[in-house]
């Protein structure tokens, strides 16, 4: 039956699968020992089969758990079709459509006998929901778009029956004219932020009208922007934490810092370690550190609910927290309340074991002059300092 169907041979009668009426083949490849070597371990292929299969079925229904509305149907209908094919995929059970769904034709597998997957008509399901999402996300930044070019001419209009305001913003909205060109979402807004305090050292005398149309534009631009970032968010959370991954992350900080030092305003970013981390995976196995994962990214982000803030799996067991505009006074607060909420977090083992988890933590502020590199370092350096003062604490940068 293949890679993927999960058949058994082995040396006596054939058993019967734990997932339908497949059987699954166990391969053991041995390789002779030489004098004084112990002999390899048996490669059981039958096992490396359950586990992608269980992993294509998990993927599935995060697909479906995450899913938003496209031009082929809503995201709840989206989400039923994944779990389907995720019953499909461990089962290998022929999968009928519902009456009230109206599937197309890549919706469910066609024309496969009881026992077999449909894998062909799986990767055109997924290929074309990926493709909906993408002209579903490339209409919303033509949109985005076209609101800017409104914006542009709405400005030049206002700026044609005066000389002098034409001379003042004609720079910037030539920058903002190329860079609408262009396929840089950020360097659009950047500019439109940019072309905002040009006008308003230049139109005291007519505010009423431009505010007017200001106000409009700008619920576009934010209803966009949000719309934009909401689906970002979906397509880049980490599977195991439900955080944002450490692509996004990246992106985000670089956003961050660029435009803290453009407004302003303050940044401060957090570094987390889970405390004896590699210990706890040693002695209790990777599910409980899986677990204890989980656990200290929920209380991480009800801890830091702002819609500004932001929580993300830095990489294995470090997290990492974005804090924008936050009150610079209160920064060795927010640390350890970050500590006090991992401190407060008790993990439950399958044997009734209960874990308790600490965690160490590293603070920078945003400085003029700063980049995403050197406001890491800093936070890595504090977290250095943290770990080796004991654990279980925040420290700042220079403390």
């Not at 031009?71 to 209908?77: G, K, Q, R, V």
Request: charged content about 30%; aromatic content about 6%; overall charge negative.
């Amino acid at each position: 039956m293949g890679w993927f169907g999960r058949s058994k041979t082995t040396t006596g009668p054939a058993a019967p699968s734990g997932k339908g009426a497949v059987t699954t083949r166990q391969a053991a490849h041995a390789v002779p020992a030489t004098s004084g070597e112990e002999a390899p371990a048996a490669v059981d292929l039958g096992a490396l089969a359950d586990r992608a299969i269980d992993a294509l079925a998990a993927a599935l229904r995060t697909l479906g758990r995450y899913s938003f509305e496209t031009a082929l149907c809503d995201a709840e209908t989206f989400a039923k079709r994944c779990e389907r094919w995720a019953r499909h995929v461990l089962t290998a059970a022929p999968l009928e459509p519902r009456d009230e769904e109206a599937e197309g034709e890549s919706a469910r597998p066609t024309g496969a006998a009881r026992g077999a997957r449909s894998w062909r008509e799986l990767q055109q399901f997924l290929l074309e929901h990926r493709r909906a999402e993408q002209a579903y996300v490339e209409e919303r930044i033509g949109e985005l778009k076209d609101a800017i070019w409104a914006f542009i001419d709405g400005l030049r209009d206002l700026a044609g029956a005066d000389g002098q305001m034409e001379t003042s913003l004609d720079a910037q909205l030539a920058d903002l004219e190329r860079a609408v060109q262009g396929d840089s979402l950020e360097a659009v807004r950047a500019l439109v932020f940019r072309a905002v305090d040009g006008i308003r050292g230049t139109l005291a005398e007519r505010r009423s009208r431009l505010e007017a149309r200001m106000r409009v534009m700008g619920e576009t631009l934010r209803a966009l922007r949000t719309d934009l970032l909401e689906l970002r968010k979906k397509a880049e959370l980490d599977t195991l934490t439900e955080l944002y991954n450490r692509g996004s992350f990246d992106a985000a900080l670089r956003r961050y810092v660029e435009l803290g030092l453009f407004a302003g305003q303050s940044l401060c970013l957090m570094l987390v370690d889970l405390d004896h981390f590699k210990e706890l995976n040693d002695r209790h196995g990777h599910p409980a550190g899986d677990r204890v994962l989980r656990a200290a990214a929920a209380s991480l982000l009800r801890s830091f609910p702002r819609r500004s803030d932001l929580v993300a799996r830095y990489g294995g067991d470090e997290l990492a927290v974005l804090l924008y505009d936050s009150d610079p006074a209160a920064v060795g607060r927010l640390g350890e309340r970050a500590v006090e909420a991992v401190r407060r977090t008790t993990v439950s083992l399958d044997s009734g074991e209960e874990l308790a988890i600490t965690c160490s933590v590293g603070i920078a502020e945003l400085r003029p002059g700063d980049d995403p590199a050197l406001l890491l370092a800093r936070a890595d350096a504090a977290l250095y300092r943290a770990k080796k003062a004991g654990r279980d604490r925040a420290e700042r940068e220079g403390a």
